[in-house]
């Protein structure tokens, strides 16, 4: 029998999906992004409706070079097949975190005729990036408006957006910490996170929290490393499978901001989202570090998963220095988003929870 927990959020789903048909029809525009350094509260501003684009239908071949990121890679032939979710971006909030998202949107316009404003995130944490990143998000802001691609910003509209952000990021932390989910559960709620409006994350959020009764595995690993692709649920699936129980600490989880005052300007929204970066490119990394030890600690896990996708040496230089700093155990997985890999990341799972028992 299904969990009724993922078929909500599989019905929120696509009544967002139509949402964002509708508002598209209605000569709304739907802004992409990948990296969750976009404070996503700007393009409610601009009047847009902001998703994250980590759903990438299976396709045929990658029209690009084999050694490229998988997630980049399955983006850009979704991207040129015309389907699913990231055919329905009108403008993207091209980020370039690495060489494999430069490449990307720089393909993009070529291969789909997509908008797309660069915006470069600097990986050093110091004023003077805080205040660079802040400066381009303004210019990003002006050069849509110039473009005629948005009537104007309304910072009301990005305030009552932020606002709500903030409410559902909370929920959604107090419902990864707490283990209360099964793993494809949490796995089904964070992706809908991506495209659904705030109100309706904090609704579900909620409505799971309250729920009796709830999960509670014996044993609980955290995962860390890069974002997973909506359909990507082969880590979560084998976890359920033995049951484990699973928390994220990884940008899937919005980082939770409790008080304070809300911003509302580009700049400012800008300035507050790269500094609650916590990634393996940032240099220092110490904001990664200490984001995965307060989570270990919150939630009790007794194992930590790092998963990297093939190609991405960001998060798989980080696997020695990790198992050296973390105070459980570390299972790396590399693997490539295809096919084929589920025996093989089962077995290893399956050995790594045996060792913590």
């Known amino acids: 029998m299904g969990s009724p927990v ?5 019905d929120t789903a696509a009544a967002e999906m139509a949402r964002i048909v509708e508002f598209r029809k209605s000569g709304g525009k739907i802004l992409g992004y990948l990296c969750s350094a976009f404070p996503e509260s700007v393009a409610a501003g601009l009047g847009m409706r902001p998703v994250r684009v980590l759903s990438f239908p299976p396709q045929g071949a990658i029209p690009v070079r084999p050694d490229i990121c998988p997630l980049t890679g399955s983006l850009l032939s979704a991207l040129c097949s015309g389907t699913g979710l990231p055919s329905m971006v009108d403008v993207w909030a091209g980020l370039f975190t690495c060489d494999q998202t430069r490449r990307l949107f720089q393909e993009l316009p070529g291969r789909t005729g997509a908008r ?7 990986a ?5 990036s805080e205040e660079f990143f802040a400066s381009q998000m303004a210019r990003l802001v002006a050069d849509i408006v110039a473009s005629g691609l948005s ?3 309304d910072p009301g509209r990005a305030l009552a957006w932020e606002t709500g952000r903030r409410r559902a990021a909370s929920l959604l932390s107090r419902l990864n910490i707490s283990c209360s989910l099964s793993p494809l559960e949490l796995h089904c709620i964070l992706d809908l996170s991506l495209v659904a409006t705030p109100d309706s994350v904090a609704a579900l959020a909620t409505s799971m929290i309250e729920r009796e009764p709830r999960h509670e595995p014996e044993i ?5 490393g890069c974002p997973e692709a909506v359909e990507d649920d082969l880590v979560p699936a084998a976890l359920e499978n033995l049951g484990a129980g699973l928390v994220y600490s990884n940008c899937m989880v919005p980082v939770r901001l409790d008080g304070g005052p809300v911003p509302s300007g580009p700049a400012e929204l800008a300035a507050a989202s790269f500094g609650r970066m916590a990634c393996a490119r940032c240099r220092p990394d110490d904001c990664m ?16 998963i790092l998963k990297t996708q ?7 230089t980080q696997k020695e220095r ?4 973390l105070p459980v155990p570390v299972l790396v997985l590399d693997t490539t988003g295809g096919s084929g890999e589920e025996e093989r990341v089962r077995t290893r799972i399956e050995a790594f929870l045996e060792a913590l028992a």
Request: aromatic letters at 10%.
């Open 322 to 325: 990790l198992r050296t700093l």
């Open 289 to 304: 570090t200490e984001r995965i030890l307060a989570d270990i600690e919150a939630s009790g896990v007794r194992g930590v």
């Open 124 to 128: 050093t944490r110091t004023q003077a």
């Open 310 to 316: 093939k190609f991405c040496d960001l998060w798989f």
């Open 6 to 10: 993922r078929k909500c959020c599989q």
């Open 220 to 224: 609980k690993v955290a995962m860390i």
């Open 116 to 122: 797309v404003f660069a915006l470069q995130v600097p």
């Open 151 to 153: 009537a104007g910003y």
